[in-house]
């Protein structure tokens, strides 16, 4: 039996060199950092973007809102992807990869592909594992997730702004929700691996929520946190009790745990950011002073500001950012569409920091901003970009995908300071 020289011995007991990160754009792809943060565009002018995974190998899976799915390839380690190809059809938000799996949501189903190693694009055809969720176009996307117990957990959203009658109107009178909650505004959990499910076969695991388009499993906990949209148009609906400033500022936009049996308070209920206090909504005798009966619903482990559209969460399991980002989340907001007469807000990517049990630690930071390329912004349209979906490398990068342009970033921690 053969020694190894001392040497090589002394070479395998160093760490390995962490690969050398690719060159930043001189502009950060238009979007500013933090110090000793840089980015890159992976891939620009696609079809407008939901949200993304990122394989073991670095391969990106990116959802378009109303076509397939982009697979992309970085061949040559410059960080830019050189080879883009759309598969499957179907529109949708939600997409994850599982094993040797890739999963993603239509605005009605869940569905997989089986991908062969070293496979870009899947050659076969998707396996439909829930089908004929309710899709009545408002608030339709099929966010999900698969918790520490390997099933699926799915949201079905509610379509309507606060389940009033008429919806969205002045005067609007709230509707008995007990009927609607049974199949609408909820979390429904299913198995990973068994085709055709239906609704009535998962297991309905929350309720009371308006929409949520993210949820996300911690790693260091095992627990399951989603990101809850508040209504909007307080002042339409009850211009006596809510002015147009009311309406910018409030609800809040949540941060929840997901745990069997919550019940968040929609549509009776939303978040008052100032007051940090659950109050009743207009539709249901609220005047913006009445609150709601004290510990029915939980409050929200962080809140954030009115109607800047909560879209991707995810965890940062990586190493190449500073310590203060390890076991935190960054969380991806598409913005504002109804602060008028005031600016629009959000548009940015925030961090969350969490502490040693898994917990969030308190509060949050914009991260990465000026997806919109302007100082202030009337209408959603005139951005630039609008963030939506947010993953994290086998390397530590942070990807960050475009909902109106089709861009995607590489948000790399390099340590310059300029």
Do not use: C
């Amino acid at each position: 039996m053969k020694t190894l020289p001392l040497i090589a011995i002394f070479l395998l007991a160093l760490p390995l060199a962490r690969a050398a990160l690719p060159v930043p754009d001189a502009d950060n792809g238009g979007i500013t950092l933090p110090p000793g943060f840089r980015a890159l565009v992976v891939a620009d002018k696609l079809k407008p973007l939901r949200q993304v995974a990122v394989a073991p190998n670095g391969d990106l899976y990116a959802k378009t809102r109303e076509g397939g799915i982009y697979a992309l390839r970085d061949t040559d380690g410059d960080g830019r992807a050189d080879v883009i190809k759309e598969f499957g059809n179907g529109g949708g938000t939600g997409i994850a990869l599982r094993g040797e799996w890739l999963y993603h949501s239509s605005n009605n189903a869940i569905y997989r592909y089986k991908l062969a190693p070293g496979e870009l694009v899947p050659a076969g055809n998707p396996e439909r594992i829930v089908k004929d969720l309710p899709d009545r176009r408002q608030h339709a996307a099929k966010a999900f997730a698969f918790g520490a117990d390997g099933r699926l957990y799915v949201e079905v959203g509610s379509p309507s702004n606060a389940l009033g009658q008429p919806d969205r109107a002045r005067g609007a009178i709230g509707q008995d929700p007990t009927e609607f909650l049974k199949t609408h505004g909820g979390y429904w959990s299913f198995a990973a691996d068994q085709p055709d499910q239906t609704q009535a076969d998962g297991r309905h695991f929350s309720t009371g929520h308006r929409h949520s388009t993210t949820i996300a499993l911690n790693p260091a906990n095992g627990r399951l946190f989603i990101a809850i949209h508040g209504r909007d148009q307080l002042s339409t609906v009850a211009p006596q009790f809510f002015s147009d400033d009311d309406n910018a500022e409030l609800p809040a936009e949540v941060l929840h745990e997901l745990t069997e049996g919550a019940n968040f308070g929609w549509p009776t209920t939303y978040w008052d950011p100032h007051k940090h206090q659950r109050m009743l909504n207009p539709e249901y005798g609220g005047d913006g002073r009445k609150a709601a009966p004290a510990g029915k619903f939980p409050d929200p482990l962080v809140a954030f500001p009115a109607h800047w559209s909560p879209m991707q969460l995810a965890f940062y399991t990586g190493t190449q950012f500073p310590e203060k980002y390890r076991g935190g989340a960054f969380l991806a907001f598409q913005g504002s569409w109804n602060r008028a007469p005031r600016p629009q807000k959000g548009y940015n990517v925030v961090f969350i920091p969490f502490n040693a049990s898994g917990l969030p630690a308190g509060g949050y930071e914009v991260f990465a901003d000026n997806f919109t390329g302007k100082a202030e912004l009337a209408s959603p349209n005139d951005a630039a970009h609008r963030p939506h979906g947010v993953a994290v490398g086998p390397d530590g990068s942070l990807y960050v995908t475009d909902a109106l342009h089709g861009r995607i970033w590489r948000i790399l921690h390099t340590g310059e300071t300029k």
